[in-house]
């Protein structure tokens, strides 16, 4: 059906946007988090401490997009609203059993792993939904949705900041808990529009049959080309991508002391994000087809040249200004991600086109943190890090480049298919008019030697 523009779509589009808040609020804020574990479970004599805590958020955040090939799986076969419930209630255990814990050791499983599944079922159908009620909004309502995640990475800091020198960090977890408890009631409001492949099969008989597995893993999205640089270039540019999140805390800890608020930094981050989604995702609106794709080219521009600043930054005053820069792009980046999977695959495949991609994120953006932080081990120092983190958004950037010249060829290879075919039956209708004489009745062959 033909998506409402409205309606109930804005009572989903503000389920989606705590989701968004709930999920990459407390992901963004790792690092108030991090410092935090460092000094609870860490000691002087062990020399790897940076990178066996690092891996905690990093398993964390890429597990989030790891997930997602299989969400999109579930998301077509039962439908946005059960995945987000029961996506919801799985985080919402992983982060309640991980304020039990007494080493770092069992975190990666509560809350790298089980908290962080949990999060991709209730994320990813929160982006999939709001194509039933919108499609000319959907750049703006992306935007709105996206934002919720700047809201959240403004307020929460300094919020964890408080709760953990008040109550520490095990009650921090625990009090973190509503976030998720409110996201898993959140999802109940995913009223579908479009039947999903359960009420498709199952029909009026009520009986469920899985289809062909051609049909749950669609992978006839790669043979697009242009999505398939797409969702290769977009991993390339990530590896970088988290460091700042993860680290910057630490690296403004050991290079001013405790003479700053660090907490500041993620405030600038969460406020020109927020910003750079909004604006951003309404410009995209008018940025005919796959063009979309420059805005992703120049966020990924800025965010590596602003990684890249980061160590030249001797006064906190210029660390507040690169952040900010850095969080404006971070948001036309993350805003128009679902804009442009409409424009490359349509509708119908875009859940699994999303899924794809952000399981393929999942790599750089595991992998970027913990290698951040054994450099900083064996370094004494991030500035290695941070320089080396600002080079695959760079290289990932020219890669997208590419895109929209290579779509507009498919188009038009497209629209010259149906011409062919219209050629050939016109060609054939020729061949019969010829065969025939003016009365409609066939010509008789000549006995000549023709």
């Not at 609020?25 to 460092?38: A, D, E, H, K, Y």
Request: hydrophobic share 50%; charged share 15%.
């Amino acid at each position: 059906p033909e998506p409402p523009e409205g309606g109930w779509g804005w009572v989903v589009m503000l389920a989606a946007m705590w989701c968004n808040g709930a999920v990459f609020g407390i992901q963004n804020s790792c690092g108030v988090l991090f410092v935090s574990m460092l000094q609870l479970f860490g000691s002087s004599e062990d020399k790897q401490l940076v990178f066996k805590t690092a891996w905690v958020s990093s398993l964390s955040m890429g597990m989030v997009f790891f997930c997602s090939p299989i969400v999109s799986i579930f998301t077509d076969l039962f439908g946005c609203r059960k995945v987000a419930v029961i996506g919801a209630a799985v985080g919402l255990v992983g982060l309640l059993s991980s304020s039990f814990v007494s080493t770092i050791e069992p975190l990666y499983f509560t809350y790298g792993i089980l908290f962080a599944c949990g999060c991709s079922f209730a994320y990813q159908p929160s982006l999939v939904i709001l194509g039933h009620y919108f499609k000319k909004r959907l750049g703006l309502v992306n935007g709105i949705v996206t934002a919720g995640s700047s809201l959240f990475t403004v307020s929460l800091p300094f919020l964890l900041r408080v709760l953990i020198d008040s109550v520490g960090l095990y009650n921090t977890l625990r009090v973190l808990c509503i976030l998720m408890f409110v996201l898993f009631l959140a999802g109940f409001t995913y009223k579908p529009l479009v039947p999903n492949t359960k009420d498709k099969e199952g029909g009026k008989k009520g009986k469920f049959k899985l289809p062909p597995a051609k049909k749950i893993c669609n992978f006839s999205v790669f043979k697009v080309l242009s999505y398939r640089i797409w969702a290769f270039g977009i991993p390339a540019a990530l590896f970088g991508y988290f460091v700042p999140y993860v680290h910057l805390m630490n690296h403004v800890k050991e290079r001013f002391g405790n003479s700053v608020p660090e907490e500041v930094l993620l405030l600038c981050l969460g406020i020109t994000s927020g910003v750079g989604r909004l604006i951003f995702g309404r410009v995209a609106d008018y940025i005919p087809g796959a063009k979309k794709i420059y805005l992703q080219v120049a966020s990924f521009f800025f965010i590596g040249l602003m990684s890249m600043m980061i160590p030249l930054c001797n006064v906190f005053g210029a660390l507040v200004a690169v952040c900010l820069f850095m969080g404006l792009f971070d948001g036309c980046f993350i805003c128009i991600m679902a804009p442009i999977a409409f424009e490359l695959v349509g509708a119908q495949d875009v859940s699994q086109a999303i899924g794809f991609l952000l399981g393929l994120m999942s790599v750089p953006m595991t992998v970027g943190p913990p290698i951040a932080g054994l450099l900083r081990d064996k370094l004494g120092t991030y500035d290695v890090a941070f320089y080396l983190a600002g080079v695959p958004p760079l290289i990932g950037g020219a890669i997208l480049c590419l895109i929209p010249w290579v779509h507009e060829r498919q188009k038009l290879k497209e629209r010259a298919k149906p011409v062919d075919g219209e050629t050939t039956e016109k060609m054939l209708e020729n061949e019969s008019t010829l065969g025939s004489d003016m009365t409609g009745k066939p010509v008789k062959e000549l006995d000549s030697g023709f």
